[in-house]
């Protein structure tokens, strides 16, 4: 920012932790979550709000628990979607996560999801936004839409009959930032009286308070000396692998492991992702420096005298690896 650079995904604000739960396999996004189980998602949210925005003065990070609320059903009709769970379920399955990370984790920002619940868009739900959020939790920070979602009001789920009356919607039920293209049509809303200068401000407010909790433009702020050469550093790199191996899980080991390297004459590796590095990267992943397939992984490990074996077995969504002519 000190450079004037604020392109996408160079901001302060993470959105992140995804705390839904993992229910319906045909949500594409089921590899972002924890699972089904709210408590797990519940104390990994925190956890991860805390790591990302730290416990000093100003915030290292604000991050965002998303998506509020009930966000878990089909990925193709998301956008329309509706879903009416029992209030039991909802608030044992679906809210505690969201709840934790506000009361617990003190997450600096919340996304409402591109759903309706109980037939109402959550961008525009008073009855979560300003009434569970606010009211219920004590919730302080600011409330961003998914991207796209505010148009979706009007476009997908039919509930409004213009973006002007989407936006005055949104910004009255208590969601201050409006990811997509019609925060244009603010302006509208308040020329037409649907909505009062007042409730703007009450939004700007609390979207330059997490400017100002996350330091910018503080002489203070101490991150600020951190240099761009400390991105991706081998201290980082070392870092990144002891996270990696502490976080494995052995479920069950019958005496095969651990292998003993220079007795191995051959191993088979098999599979459509195992010399794949975009298997290797989440939702919204950059570009890494030195991506290491578990191919090239399993190549590197092994004694130089041992055979790899590698096929890929299948495609993972066509008939065949090899097209073939004219395909």
Wanted: hydrophobic residues 40%; charged residues 20%.
């Amino acid at each position: 920012m000190a450079h004037g650079d604020h392109d996408i995904y160079k901001g302060l604000t993470f959105w992140s932790p995804n705390v839904n739960i993992f229910r319906d396999p045909r949500w594409g996004r089921g590899h972002e979550t924890y699972g089904e189980d709210p408590y797990l998602t519940a104390r990994n949210g925190v956890a991860y709000i805390h790591g990302l925005q730290g416990d000093g003065k100003y915030l290292k990070l604000a991050a965002c628990a998303k998506h509020f609320a009930v966000h878990s059903g089909p990925e193709g009709i998301r956008h329309g979607f509706n879903v009416a769970p029992t209030p039991k379920d909802l608030h044992e399955t679906y809210l505690p996560a969201f709840k934790a990370a506000v009361q617990e984790g003190h997450v600096e920002s919340v996304m409402a999801a591109y759903n309706a619940v109980d037939g109402v868009p959550a961008p525009v739900s008073e009855t979560l936004l300003t009434k569970t959020l606010r009211e219920e939790w004590g919730f302080a920070g600011h409330i961003v839409s998914d991207y796209g979602a505010e148009e979706d009001v009007r476009t997908a789920h039919h509930y409004t009959a213009s973006d002007a009356e989407t936006m005055a919607l949104a910004i009255k039920a208590g969601c201050d930032l409006c990811a997509g293209h019609i925060a244009q049509y603010l302006k509208q809303a308040l020329a037409e009286q649907l909505i009062s200068e007042a409730a703007i401000t009450q939004a700007t407010v609390r979207l330059m308070t997490t400017r100002i909790l996350l330091g910018l433009h503080a002489p203070d702020a101490p991150y600020q000396a951190i240099d761009y050469t400390e991105i991706d550093s081998p201290a980082h790199h070392q870092l990144a692998l002891k996270a990696a191996r502490e976080s494995a899980v052995l479920l069950k080991n019958d005496h095969y492991l651990p292998l003993q390297r220079e007795q191995l004459k051959a191993i088979a590796v098999i599979g459509p992702t195992a010399d794949s590095t975009l298997v290797l990267q989440g939702n919204y992943a950059g570009t890494p420096s030195n991506a290491v397939t578990i191919l090239a992984g399993l190549r590197q490990a092994v004694a130089p005298t041992t055979r790899v074996n590698y096929a890929a077995g299948c495609h993972l969504f066509l008939d065949r690896v090899e097209l073939g002519p004219g395909r």
